[in-house]
DNA sequence: CAGTGGTCTAGACCACTTT
DNA sequence: AAGTGGTCTAGACCACTGA
């Protein structure tokens, strides 16, 4: 339907069909419009879309060109976005646990951060997730009852953030993330099953909906030697 | 110079002075064209601009409205990208000790990863972070000689990213990274200070030039104490 | 239905690189 | 000097929102 988006996939294609080499040019614009039969800055905004995903830099007076990358890290890039654990581990058998659900009035800590009034009440979650069976992740989670109403364990059993966009229609506005080691606590140790002098890696994160509202605190603990954190830094 | 970006500006410059407010619509871009007399394609990419940043979100047929969070996570957010240790921590006296800086060959996953030749040197630094006298991170670091020529323990002191940057007049294409909890080694334990019971926060990075070349490879161990990762996602 | 932002055009000028 | 990508225009049409 949108012409730059169907340029923009038309390129991407001949990049991962081997049409447009790594570490190559491709062609120019003008040649493109005519191609497509679109103006040239139609072109342009196609290949904005692939320059912000990595497959190729222009270089002014120069020309484009396919980052060496490309094939590598290109496509499954823009995929490994957080979509919690579910979407990660394809082949697998990703389950989530549900150990306690409760609704509960939020501490001072919770009330700031997800900008509540004390009288807001917030759902406190508490899921195991375990992979082919085996315990990966322990997460305490804690909900804006305001932002998400209508909560319930069957959602919980599925995933959270299907929900949220399906059955409300609420947009996501993205996360912030702090990431730290930490040492296994008697909890960690009886629910991940790890070893006493195991650390575990903690993500704590704040999401938030398009409009900037923190809808979502949560602490999750992994265990060290099943679960990493990847980051893809594109230097926009 | 460029328009859109001095246009970005002004409308950024408002979001902070409280011109237009948290939560609330700004002027449509037909008003913005006019009030900056340029076409309205201008105004529309400085708003490209300010929401990549995070600061304003669009609903069509609506209006633009500024996000809640625009000047809490707004104007920083950017500024916090990876620029190593030194200009996270202004106001406290960042070191760097180099233990140890030689030459060698690589071996195979470090040819691999930096897509080298086997005969093909790099540089293999060690080096150790200090903030205020205390030891934050150590850090291996394996660069390619190909990439980088003319290193010098000179560049390790001040900054490495600098030296390429400036000197060599490079373009950095991004970076790749996996972060770790792990149990602290004794050579951490003997540089960090820390206990033998003492996890580390390890960040594993590859580092691309513009192009998409791999010139570095490095792995960082940081006091579970003292450092922790942040991430930003802003859902583009 | 009027107003909003998103897309697209055809053409222009500019900054820059390469020959 | 020729060719590249970046910016900008004036105007058009579209999809969507909200009164």
Redesign the interface.
């Known amino acids: 339907m949108i012409k730059y988006e169907m340029i923009a996939n038309k390129i991407r294609q001949r990049i991962q069909d081997g049409v447009y080499l ?2 190559s040019l491709i062609p120019d614009q003008v040649s493109l419009a005519k191609e497509f039969k679109v103006s040239r800055m139609t072109v342009k905004k196609a290949m904005d879309v692939l320059a ?1 995903e ?1 497959l190729i ?1 222009r270089k002014r007076g120069s020309g484009t ?1 396919v ?4 094939l590598k ?1 290109g496509l499954n890039a823009n995929l490994m976005e ?1 979509e919690g654990l579910t979407q990660q581990l394809s082949g697998h058998e990703v389950k989530s646990q549900v150990i306690s659900f409760t609704v509960e009035f939020p501490d001072d800590f919770i009330k700031e951060t997800l ?1 509540l009034d004390k009288h807001d009440p917030v759902y406190k979650i508490i899921r195991l997730r375990t992979v082919d069976g085996d315990p990966y992740i322990i997460e305490h989670t804690f909900m804006s009852v305001k932002c998400i109403p209508g909560l319930s364990e069957e959602a919980l059993d599925t995933s959270v953030y299907q929900y949220i966009h399906n059955e409300l229609g609420l947009q ?12 296994s606590s008697e909890y960690d140790q009886e629910y991940l099953g790890c070893a006493v ?6 993500v704590e994160q704040v999401v ?1 909906l ?5 809808f979502e605190y949560s602490r999750s603990r ?1 265990r ?1 030697d099943k679960r ?9």
């Open positions: 790594a570490d912000f990595g830099f060109y980052k060496k990358t490309a890290n957080y900008m996501f506005g993205g996360a912030y993330r702090k990431i730290h080691a930490a040492k002098d195991d650390p575990v890696l903690e938030h398009e409009d900037g509202t923190p992994n060290y990493s954190y990847t980051v893809v830094d594109l230097q926009k």
